[in-house]
T-cell receptor
Framework: EAQVTQNPRYLITVTGKKLTVTCSQN?????MSWYRQDPGLGLRQIYY???????DKGDVPEGYKVSRKEKRNFPLILESPSPNQTSLYFC????????????FGDGTRLSIL | SQKIEQNSEALNIQEGKTATLTCNYT??????LQWYRQDPGRGPVFLLL?????KEKRKERLKVTFDTTLKQSLFHITASQPADSATYLC??????????FGKGTTLSVSS
């Protein structure tokens, strides 16, 4: 089954403790992206990657890092999480061709205390 | 930069009626526009894409229109059912293949 898998689905942690949210897709997609979704603000793009070893900032990249060492994986790293990064995070992938739909994971709910 | 407005945060309708959701954008007309459905606790799921040279697109009970003069897309669900209750998002291309999403309209269909 074609899917985007995120782990963990839920995480409560404390300020400053480094964490990684993993994202993996099995569709051989070139394009992958991370979003955060907050009430009243909608989905906002954090980082995206057009291919292996190619990453670019989205609209809200501050406080986040990403890497794309393999085509299928696109982890999101919070080196020193802060409470304002408490949010619902989604990973998405697509073929990368223009107008193609994005396939989303089921989300990771992060709470930073 | 491009801005998207989905005019209603919430829309309540009765089963069997047609739901109409609006998506307006502010700047350049995009080459295409996409609509997604999002259920609580789940990621958005792609529904329909309409290109700038298409006036209308249909898929089963769904219909999307695209008016580049009005800078607006309308999303219709005919013969709505309680199972159609969800949040619907419109999305436009930004740089490259990046998408910018509207904040969504939450549709509630009562029986």
């Amino acid at each position: 089954e074609a899917q985007v898998t995120q782990n963990p689905r839920y995480l409560i942690t404390v300020t400053g403790k480094k964490l990684t949210v993993t994202c993996s897709q099995n569709m051989n997609h070139e394009y992958m992206s991370w979003y955060r979704q907050d009430p009243g603000l909608g989905l906002r793009q954090i980082y995206y990657s057009m291919n292996v070893e190619v990453t670019d900032k989205g609209d809200v990249p501050e406080g986040y890092k990403v890497s794309r060492k393999e085509k299928r994986n696109f982890p999101l790293i919070l080196e020193s999480p802060s409470p304002n990064q408490t949010s619902l995070y989604f990973c998405a992938s697509s073929t990368g061709a223009d107008n193609q739909p994005q396939h989303f994971g089921d989300g990771t709910r992060l709470s930073i205390l | 930069s491009q801005k998207i407005e989905q005019n209603s945060e919430a829309l309540n309708i009765q089963e069997g009626k047609t739901a109409t959701l609006t998506c307006n954008y502010t700047n350049y007309s995009p080459a295409y526009l996409q609509w997604y459905r999002q259920d609580p606790g789940r990621g958005p799921v792609f529904l329909l894409l309409i290109r700038e040279n298409e006036k209308e697109k249909r898929k089963e009970r769904l219909k999307v229109t695209f008016d580049t003069t009005l800078k607006q897309s309308l999303f219709h669900i005919t013969a709505s059912q309680p199972a159609d209750s969800a949040t619907y998002l419109c999305a436009l291309p930004q740089a490259g293949t990046a998408l910018i999403f509207g904040k969504g309209t939450t549709l509630s269909v009562s029986s």
